[in-house]
């Protein structure tokens, strides 16, 4: 079993920058891979950013060259830059281990036009 607790989400205007962190129950390295997720009101959650045990990091199309993923111990953290209204949404951490899923509670981003 995996707690996962975000923290950082927040209101922004656009074009200004938020971190939201992760932090886990447990020593991430021992995962998979972590990644952050979001889901907009009325659309389906999605993959934002992932970074595999083996410190392979693979973005989103629509975040590319803005935000970054990166990890330490037990803490994952993504670093959003240049934020634009669309990227408004919750954020959830989420932690692949064998075979199980495990979500944090999420964490609001708004990002103000």
């Known amino acids: 079993q995996v707690q996962l607790v975000e923290s950082g989400g927040g209101l922004v205007e656009t074009g200004g920058s938020l971190r939201v962190s992760c932090t886990a129950s447990?020593?991430?390295?021992?995962?998979?891979?972590m990644g952050w997720y979001r889901q907009a009101p009325g659309k389906q959650r999605e993959l934002v950013a992932l970074?595999?045990?083996?410190?392979v990091r693979n973005y989103a199309d629509s975040v590319k060259g803005r935000f970054s993923i990166s990890r330490d111990i037990n803490t994952v953290s993504l670093q959003m830059n240049s934020l634009k209204p669309e990227d408004t949404a919750v954020y959830f951490c989420?932690?692949?281990?064998?075979?199980?899923?495990?979500w944090g509670q999420g964490t609001q981003v708004t990002v103000s036009s």
């Open positions: 447990r020593n991430i390295f021992s995962m998979n891979a």
């Open positions: 970074i595999t045990i083996g410190g």
């Open positions: 989420n932690a692949k281990a064998g075979t199980n899923d495990y």
